[in-house]
C-alpha cells in the first residue's frame, strides 16, 4: 500500500510521537503549501520541508488507505491525547481542491458535527410534555 498522513498544526514533538505510532508514512505539510492544490501535496509529501505547526486547528489527513488502516490511525492518534483533531481522507474531489479551502470546509463540518452533536445531547436532557417522546 502507497498510504500516506499528512499533518497539519501540530507541535514538533507531537509529530515524532505519530510517526512512531502509526504505519503508515508521516509527513508534515507547512505554511508554504497552503495555496496548492491537495493532489500536488500528496504527490510531493517527501519533499515537503518546514513544520506542520501553523495552523491553530490540528488535521490528519490520510491518503489512499484502506478502512482498517484508517480505524488503526483515528484509534492511534485519539491514543495519544494530543487535543482535538480533524480527520480527513482525501477524495477524488478533495484532491483538487486548494489546500486551504480543504482545512476551511473540514473545520466548517467539524463545528457543524458539533453542533449537532451539542443539540442530541440538549434535547436528551429535556423532558416536557411535548417533548418527552421515547423510542421503543
Not at 514533538?13 to 492544490?37: N, T
Request: aromatic residues 10%.
Amino acid at each position: 500500500m502507497s498510504g500516506k498522513v499528512l499533518l497539519v498544526g501540530f507541535l514538533p514533538g507531537e509529530v515524532e510521537q505519530l510517526r512512531k505510532a502509526v504505519s503508515v508514512p508521516v509527513f508534515e505539510v507547512p505554511e508554504y503549501c497552503r495555496d496548492w492544490v491537495v493532489s500536488e501535496v500528496v504527490e510531493k509529501a517527501e519533499e515537503l520541508s518546514g513544520s506542520s505547526y501553523w495552523h491553530l486547528r490540528k488535521f490528519v489527513i490520510m491518503h489512499d488507505v484502506d478502512n482498517e488502516t484508517l480505524k488503526g490511525i483515528i484509534g492511534t492518534v485519539k491514543s495519544l491525547g494530543l487535543g482535538r483533531v480533524i480527520f480527513a481522507t482525501t477524495t477524488e474531489t478533495s484532491l483538487t481542491w486548494k489546500l486551504e479551502d480543504l482545512l476551511n470546509e473540514l473545520m466548517a463540518e467539524d463545528e457543524y458535527f458539533k453542533a449537532a452533536r451539542w443539540a442530541r445531547e440538549e434535547a436528551k436532557k429535556r423532558k416536557g410534555p411535548f417533548l418527552d417522546i421515547e423510542r421503543k
